[in-house]
């Protein structure tokens, strides 16, 4: 076997290449600066003139990758440097780099144009309609000479048209390796251009950018020389950045082409076709990516004149524009919104409950950009796509394996199928009063007890929260292997509500729901596997490849992580079996639980939200990465802050046995950026990097009171999370750089304020602020497991599952509860009272039920639950103390279940 790129695992000083190559080039613009001046020696412009060489070394190497400014301009400038026009050269890196820092070559009508001193400069071309054009690059590879890379280029440059949709400018790599490194490197790449006979190795030298390179590792190929690359070079790009249009250029016959060549190509050319096909269907397959159904036809509608004698009169504005009370409405919002607002689902519009236009159209492309078979919009946010999976798939006597820190719509959504919960407990990081995630062994031994009780026929779906508020992310593939080789028929709820973003990055991906469901399908299904399970001696973990199904539902908030208008959210499908058993259940609980007058904003964002991510997914998703490593590193590194806060990183969330790849940190100060590669392949879970949880201990300020009286009520600043002693920081696709910066300088005068009381505080307060310290530090509440459900509302006496329905709406007679104080409580347990919660009990932070109907009350929980010093418990009455069943109805109801129970009970 062979690697792409031959890389040790290293740390360095940047994060990634971008970062490398920015500063690349403002060293070489400074350098230039310095050399144009006349008041330095002979020794100073000696060292100026090395760094030069060396900054055009590294740009040599790296820009070979980009189409702007790319390696032509490299040439031109190291020939003015040789010429030492040192004044033209500085003038020319400060055009440059104004382009490259504010990207304004992208969103303008300006290419690259070769000028009469020899310099490529970016030059305003005439359009149709005046309208400036997207721009992007096409990736060509194809082993050509300097001479015929710009003849290359010249030709396609004389097919544009001024009525093109779109620009794009050419990169040309002449091996499978430096393509993988393009396409890795270059966020601009839109369409992929594959010549027959693709050469393997790189002729490069690649040290400069080895750091970078070690995930293309993963994508590894038996090399021979008389190969043709080109078909594996697309199958790897439909793995690694899918989004892309793929075109191959072949003398073979079309009857000696393999299925699988055709299957992963949008389309395949042979060398004596026009060149001007492969320029027409490049824009054509950008222009289908671009189109926006619905939304299109909303804007469509918006602009037709209509007459409204229907149910909304804000339709068109009428009744706001026209209002004398009410007109700051309007014009807060703009008229175009109230334009689109209709209930009409004709006119060019459609129906989200039976689409068969413009909304259908928009969700089948949302299905095939996120790695769906179907993908459906909600307009009513994730809580209700939620509830319409679990109402779907399980019916009431299914037991559901969850995890029990999810969110609480799973729970009422098994209130509302009649499933029984089969609750999983998640390990507990309780000095920062936290949960992690449910390991993988505690599953495995719930699924056996079910197995040996008789049980496990019963067993229908597992529930589980990938990634956590905190950013825990589960080994998808490894869950479902293991699972599926007890289970071959189990269903998978995966919600991803926090990780619509990760099918857009290489990295995050191999652990999101919908690719892990089309890799373990092709993995099953392959000659290969089967060999191997018919094979092997011991079959523990590997699932019956006649026997498994591949089924598989995720949840997503768009809102929360993409673009998205709040409450827009989808859910997305996986499953070899939904037409045959599922579709018409999973159409039913849509129907039930989506509104029919949905909101069309909303729709026409996650139509716009799907559009964006297959363009600029990529790019947006690795730069908030590179945004939440940035702050990790200067809050790590900065000694003012390491005063009062610690950045929690890898290993305070994760336990060791649980990371086989050693990884504890993303960043270290004394040896710079640690890679995520290898433990986002092979650990158990990971740490998403952009959820960002800031230990706040040492400040004697609780997670609540710091987010309100420091960070939002003196500086604006929002988020959404925090628990005694951390609060937590995201960022996202809409994160920038200047928005880090602020952050670190809100901080900054926190640490100064914190400072100031502290050197203020008098004796007492001295104590005072000391005790709050030692709180937050080292007494913090131990975190309870579930305990178990009452014994009239399980399943089955001592088997896993409980009677979630029945316990909830028995609370519904207010004679079958009362309240007991949490005094009281704890005297009744220490008298041996069983006392069975009648609510759900949900403390925010953490905002999960610590309590659920039917669920007994521990002395743990009650710990737990008497330390908590949070301010918003839902289903708790302080005034009156915890709703409970009385022991009256309990033992009536006991009485009644065991009578069910008894062999001599009908069934």
């Not at 908030?557 to 709040?566: A, E, G, I, N, V």
Request: aromatic share 12%; charged share 25%; with cysteine.
């Amino acid at each position: 076997m062979n690697n792409p790129i031959d890389s040790d695992f290293l740390n360095q000083e940047y994060f990634n290449v971008a970062q490398l190559r920015s500063d690349t080039w403002h060293k070489l613009k400074t350098a230039a600066i310095e050399l144009k001046g006349n008041k330095r020696t002979e020794e100073q412009r000696a060292a100026t003139k090395e760094k030069i060489t060396n900054c055009f070394k590294t740009l040599k190497l790296i820009e070979q990758y980009w189409a702007f400014p790319g390696i032509e301009h490299i040439h031109e400038l190291s020939s003015m440097y040789k010429r030492e026009e040192y004044a033209h050269l500085s003038n020319v890196l400060n055009n440059t780099l104004r382009n490259l820092a504010s990207e304004s070559y992208r969103s303008s009508n300006k290419l690259m144009v070769k000028e009469s001193d020899g310099i490529h400069k970016m030059k305003e071309e005439d359009t149709e309609d005046g309208v400036k054009r997207n721009y992007f690059e096409t990736l060509f590879v194809d082993d050509l000479n300097s001479d015929e890379q710009v003849e290359l280029k010249d030709n396609l440059k004389e097919i544009r048209s001024a009525s093109d949709n779109f620009a794009f400018e050419v990169v040309v790599t002449r091996s499978f390796q430096d393509s993988l490194i393009a396409l890795l490197f270059n966020r601009n790449i839109q369409a992929v251009v594959v010549r027959y006979g693709l050469k393997y190795k790189s002729k490069n030298t690649l040290s400069i950018i080895k750091p970078f390179i070690n995930g293309l590792q993963n994508l590894a190929v038996d090399a021979e020389s008389d190969m043709d690359f080109g078909p594996i070079l697309g199958q790897i790009i439909k793995k690694f950045r899918p989004e892309l249009d793929i075109y191959y250029v072949t003398d073979t016959s079309l009857p000696n082409i393999k299925d699988a060549t055709l299957d992963v190509f949008n389309r395949i050319f042979y060398r004596t076709e026009d060149l001007q096909e492969i320029y027409l269907s490049i824009q054509h397959g950008i222009k289908e990516r671009f189109n926006t159904p619905f939304f299109s036809a909303l804007v469509d509608y918006s602009q037709k004149p209509t007459g409204v004698f229907h149910a909304m009169p804000i339709s068109r504005g009428n009744s706001v524009f026209k209002s004398r009370w009410i007109k700051d409405f309007g014009d807060f919002y703009g008229r175009n919104l109230f334009l689109a607002e209709t209930s009409a689902t004709t006119g060019g519009l459609d129906s989200l409950l039976q689409p068969t236009g413009p909304l259908k159209k928009a969700q089948e492309m949302a299905a095939r950009t996120y790695g769906a078979r179907q993908t459906f919009f909600v307009t009513n946010g994730t809580s209700t796509a939620n509830k319409i999976v679990v109402q779907a798939v399980v019916q009431p006597g299914d037991l559901v394996l969850i995890d029990r820190d999810c969110h609480k719509s799973h729970h009422y959504g098994l209130v509302l199928s009649g499933a029984f919960p089969v609750y999983l407990d998640s390990y507990p990081v309780q000095e920062y009063s936290m949960y992690g995630a449910v390991p993988l062994e505690h599953i495995l031994e719930k699924l056996e007890v079910l197995k040996a009780a008789g049980r496990l026929d019963k067993a229908r779906m597992l529930l589980l929260t990938n990634c956590t508020f905190d950013g825990i992310v589960y080994n998808v593939q490894m869950v479902m292997e293991a699972v599926l080789a007890i289970k071959p028929d189990m269903i998978f709820l995966w919600d991803e509500a926090w990780f619509a973003f990760a099918g857009f990055s290489p990295i995050y991906k191999q652990r999101t729901a919908m690719y892990t469901a089309e890799h373990l399908y092709q993995k099953y299904q392959s000659k290969k596997y089967r060999t191997e399970y018919a094979n092997a001696e011991d079959r523990t973990g590997m699932p019956d490849p006649d026997k498994v199904k591949i089924r598989v539902y995720a949840t997503q908030s768009t809102h929360k992580t993409l673009s998205s208008f709040r409450q827009g959210s989808m859910v997305h499908i996986w499953d070899e079996d939904f037409r045959r058993r599922t579709e018409e259940s999973f159409l039913e609980a849509y129907k039930t639980h989506t509104s029919t007058s949905p909101n069309y904003q909303i729709l026409g964002s996650l139509d716009v939200g799907r559009r964006q991510v297959q363009f600029e997914g990529y790019e947006m998703v690795e730069k908030s990465v590179e945004n939440a490593m940035i702050l990790r590193s200067k809050i790590h590194t900065h000694p003012k802050l390491q005063k009062y806060f610690d950045v929690l990183t890898v290993s305070n969330f994760i336990p060791s046995k649980y990371r086989k790849s050693g990884i504890s940190e993303y960043f270290n100060s004394k040896t710079g950026w640690v890679r995520m590669d290898k433990a986002w392949t092979n650990d158990e879970f990971v740490l998403d990097p952009t959820k960002i949880n800031l230990y706040i201990g040492r400040t004697g300020v609780d997670g609540d009171t710091f987010k309100n009286k420091y960070l939002m009520d003196q500086f604006g600043i929002q988020i959404n999370k925090t628990s005694r002693n951390t609060v937590l920081f995201m960022t996202n696709i809409g994160t920038t750089r200047s928005s880090v910066a602020y952050l670190i300088r809100v901080l900054l005068r926190i640490a100064d304020q914190l400072d100031d009381n502290s050197k203020s505080f008098n004796k007492e307060e001295i104590a005072l602020q000391n005790r709050k310290i030692h709180s937050l530090t080292n007494e913090c509440p131990p975190l309870p497991d579930f305990s178990h459900f009452h014994y009239s509302f399980q399943a089955l006496p001592g088997v896993p599952g409980g009677n979630l329905r029945e316990a909830y709406f028995m609370s519904y007679d207010e004679t079958n509860c009362e309240y007991l104080s949490l005094t009281k409580c704890d005297k009744a347990l220490k008298e041996k009272r069983e006392i069975v919660s009648a609510s759900f009990v949900i403390p925010y932070p953490p905002g999960f039920p610590i309590l659920v109907p039917g669920q007994v009350l521990s002395p743990e929980i009650l710990e737990f639950f008497m330390k908590l010093d949070v301010k918003e418990i839902h289903g708790f009455k302080p005034e009156m103390g915890l709703r409970i069943f009385s022991d009256k109805v309990l033992n009536r109801h006991k009485t009644r279940t065991t009578a069910m129970m008894s062999p001599s009970a009908k069934v």
